[in-house]
C-alpha cells in the first residue's frame, strides 16, 4: 500500500477501497493523500479502532508496536508498527483533502471477525467518502493542496 501511494502513475480510479490495510502503516497520511489525488468518485475505508480505550469522540491516532497483519492463510502474519485512526480522525484528515463522508461510520462487514485476539475489543467500521462539493472553495483544501493565485478574504 505504502509503495503504490508513493510509486504509482497518475492514473484515475472511480472508486479506491482500502479494506483492512491502513492500521498497519505508519505514514497513513501519504496514503490517504494518494487516494484522494487518486480517485474520481468515491474512496471506502475499512479498519478498526479501540473505543472503548479512547471513547467514541476521540479524534486522533494511537501508535502501535506488535500491529499484526493477517496473510492469506489465518495462521501467517506479519507483526510490525502502525497506527489506528479514529473513525473522527478519519473525517477530519479526508475533509482536508477536500472529501466529505455523508453517510458517517458504518458497521464493517467484518465486524465480527477476529483476526488477533486483542481485537475482540475494538470496534470495526467503513467510512465511505465522496469529493466535497466545495471543494475548490474549501479553506482547508486551499492550504493543505497550497493554491497559488488570487488571495481571498475569508469570513469568520
Not at 473522527?88 to 466529505?100: A, D, K, P, Q, T
Amino acid at each position: 500500500m505504502a509503495e503504490w501511494a508513493v510509486t504509482c502513475t497518475d492514473e484515475r480510479y472511480d472508486i479506491i477501497a482500502a479494506l483492512g490495510v491502513l492500521y498497519a502503516q505508519v505514514d497513513y497520511y501519504s496514503i490517504l493523500e494518494a487516494m484522494a489525488a487518486r480517485a474520481r468518485e468515491v474512496i471506502v475505508i475499512e479498519s478498526s479502532f479501540d473505543e472503548d480505550k479512547f471513547g467514541k469522540d476521540f479524534m486522533g491516532v494511537t501508535f502501535r508496536y506488535g500491529q499484526s497483519i493477517t496473510l492469506a492463510d489465518k495462521h501467517a502474519s506479519l507483526r510490525g508498527r502502525g497506527a489506528r485512526i479514529s473513525p473522527r480522525g478519519y473525517i477530519f484528515l479526508m475533509e482536508g483533502l477536500g472529501w466529505r463522508c455523508p453517510l458517517g461510520v458504518l458497521p464493517s462487514v467484518w465486524k465480527h471477525i477476529s483476526i488477533e485476539q486483542t481485537d475482540a475489543q475494538k470496534i470495526r467500521f467503513m467510512m465511505r467518502f465522496e469529493p466535497a462539493p466545495s471543494r475548490q472553495e474549501d479553506l482547508a483544501y486551499e492550504i493543505s493542496h497550497g493554491k497559488r493565485g488570487e488571495i481571498k478574504e475569508w469570513g469568520i
